[in-house]
């Protein structure tokens, strides 16, 4: 954890100035904020010219330490404010595109629905679910909620990454209508606290939307039951049996497969993190044609130094 803490140094600096046959030594303490071991801003300075000899102060010194050298002492906050200043500016741009989603609902947007709240169930156990428009219009929207409960957040993005999104049986077959005014209390309530809204038909690198293109174009599109029966494994946290399903289907040519072998030894889920296999099999995987494949090896390879794009 990060505290706040009180801390000081003191900067010894010769001068030309001498007693008792020495030089004498001009002392800088400079007190400062810390957060950890973070210089974050100074607050106060004293000086003092002393004798090193018979420690007798001396008239008080013309210079002072140098503004560069405080600087280089608390450039520390400098990059932290920066670091900040990014994340906040990357916060409230994500913030202002789920507000234009807002405004303009489209068939297949996605929401991330805290569940408890939006059933109104007062519940120990926290429970996420995904929501898929799939029709809208000027006052209102359907939508249908993921037949799948998860307990983390975290979880519900993981699923995005294994394309659950597109599986038949991910969504209840039952839909219900909201109104604009009401999913915008949702979304303020944060009930809705996330809206997505897929690019070139993924999110996250996991295909979100079933591409309109012609079928030879997507051929082998549809995963095997080896492949599901693997996502059903992970969704249990079991990511060893999860990992040796997804390469049995991935060695019988799955290319979701795959990739989702390849996305758990790029994570290190099941096996220890080997970027090795990992771009091994997201390149078998463009070999059939995926694009999510290529767009996953080109983010990995960019942080690999022997990966060639």
Known sequence: MFFMDVDKQVIETPRAQTCCGENVVEYAELKYVKLSFIPLFPFYTHYQTQCKVCKSSVEAPLSRTSLLSIFNKFIGIIIVLFIALYFWQDYHEDIAKEMDILKLPQKYDFYL????????????????????????NKDAIEIVISNYIYSRKRDLIKAIRLDTLVFDDFFSSKSQFITLAELNALYKEEIVYRILRPFNYTLFGGVAVRPTMPEKLY???????????????????????????FKQAAEQGDAWAQINLAQMYRDGEGSKIDNAQALHWFSEAIKLGNKTAEFEYQQLCKKEITCKL
């Not at 709240?117 to 926290?126: A, E, G, L, T």
């Not at 051929?219 to 399903?245: C, H, M, W």
């Open 113 to 136: 629905i805290d569940n408890n709240r939006f059933n109104k169930v007062q519940s120990q156990r926290s429970e996420f679910v995904i929501a898929k428009v799939i029709s809208a």
């Open 219 to 245: 051929k082998g599109y549809n995963p095997t039951a080896i492949n599901q029966e693997g996502i059903r494994s992970y969704r249990n946290n079991d990511f060893v049996e999860a990992l040796s399903l």
